[in-house]
């Protein structure tokens, strides 16, 4: 069996990116178990560049292939903010409730067809002699106000174009079917797949 770490502290990512991938012939591992004890880095000004910075990160530490996501919100009457600082918007040990909160009054009032924004994911992989880089998005609205309790981050609040639920009332199956991660990692299979079949 073949290892991939995942570089990323955030339990939430390795338990999405576990159940899409859902490979027997990979070991998914976190960058702790892996013995990387030091917090990976996130200053980048793009998510590529702090999927990039991660991975390279973990790769060089542990000398195994390493993949890295970094992931967030765009809303369009914002500038794409909360963009690359998603997790950290409200302050830098912000909570989910506390970024929603402080989203949701930068938005205010706000009609439906001025809240569009979208999740953006952008996934890297880093192993011997190869660093690719793949992205996904989904598009939606903001909503007024939370619903739902499944998920994480900002999931309560998205509702993706073309469904009447948000991320949050989603079952995770549903959602992992047509998340930014999602998309993101159908676009990496084929990589892993590829890089694992010739090592």
């Given amino acids: 069996m073949q290892t991939l770490i995942l570089a ?10 576990r159940e899409i991938l859902n490979d027997p012939s990979i070991d998914i591992i976190t960058a702790r178990e892996a013995g990387v004890s030091d917090k990976l880095r996130e200053d980048g000004n793009s998510f590529e560049d702090n999927a990039l910075q ?40 912000a909570t989910d409730e506390e970024n929603n909160n402080k989203l949701l009054n930068e938005l205010g009032a706000l009609s439906f067809r001025r809240r569009t924004a979208k999740f953006c994911c952008v996934m890297a992989f880093v192993a011997d002699g190869i660093e690719e880089i793949v992205e996904g998005e989904c598009r939606g609205i903001i909503l007024e106000q ?32 047509l998340s930014h991660r999602a998309r993101a990692l159908q676009k990496m299979k084929p990589v892993l797949e590829k890089y694992f079949r010739r090592i």
Avoid: W
């Fill in 8 to 17: 990323t502290g955030n339990e939430h990512k390795v338990t999405e990116i």
């Fill in 54 to 93: 991660k991975a390279r990160a973990v790769y060089q530490a542990t000398g195994k292939p390493s993949l890295a996501d970094d992931s967030g919100l765009e809303v369009y009457f914002l500038n794409h903010r909360p963009g690359v600082r998603s997790a950290r918007y409200a302050g830098d040990n």
């Fill in 146 to 177: 939370p619903r739902g309790t499944n998920g994480f981050g900002y999931d309560p609040l998205f509702k993706p174009d073309g469904y009447d639920r948000t991320f949050g009332e989603m079952a995770v199956s549903e959602k992992h079917k």
